[in-house]
């Protein structure tokens, strides 16, 4: 066993018995929550250095560690994980696991500046439009709201 989550509010542990979980509503996952704000794939708990990560897969309700949304972090021992509203204490040992040392620091991935502060930030998800091909005749319209005439809309596609 390579640690647990405890209900905070009582109830029984989970153990968490590998070192990479997938936690959902679906049947399919390592970790099943049947309740109907947890989405169908909500996260991935994975051990990488001895520290157990937590990477939100897009879900509805989002992962929160101690109150805080994320979309990857460490989770460190004694932390609260929230899945959608359902919050567990995380009991583990990083020395069992294979740390040697202080914790990594929370260094900026390789992605880190191709994320918006609001993605980053978990309140927003970024938004790819289709990619055009040229044989596609229908191009996209684009505007901007301007403060050269109040109340008027400029086209990017048209001159002033």
Same mark, same amino acid.
């Given at each position: 066993?390579?640690?647990?989550? /405890?209900? =905070? ?5 989970? @153990?968490?018995?590998?070192? *990479? ?5 679906? &049947? ?8 109907s ?30 109150? /805080?949304? =994320? ?5 460190? @021992?004694?932390?609260?994980? *929230? ?5 567990? &204490? ?26 918006s ?41 048209q001159?002033?």
């Amino acid at each position: 066993m390579y640690g647990e989550l /405890v209900p =905070v509010g009582g109830g029984d542990p989970i @153990p968490l018995l590998k070192k *990479s979980l997938l936690i959902g509503r679906r &049947e399919s996952c390592d970790i099943v929550l049947r309740f109907s704000n947890v989405s169908a794939h909500h996260c991935q708990l994975t051990v990488n250095g001895g520290y157990w990560h937590v990477r939100d897969l897009q879900s509805r309700n989002g992962v929160k560690i101690n109150g /805080v949304r =994320v979309t990857d972090k460490r989770i460190d @021992p004694g932390d609260t994980l *929230s899945v959608a509203k359902h919050k567990y &204490e995380v009991n583990y040992s990083p020395i069992d696991l294979g740390a040697v040392g202080p914790p990594p620091s929370e260094m900026p991935g390789e992605d880190f500046f191709s994320k918006s502060l609001l993605e980053r930030a978990g309140l927003e998800q970024r938004k790819f439009a289709p990619a055009k091909t040229p044989s596609d005749p229908v191009e996209q319209t684009r505007y901007d709201i301007t403060n050269d005439e109040p109340g008027q809309i400029r086209f990017r596609n048209q001159p002033r």
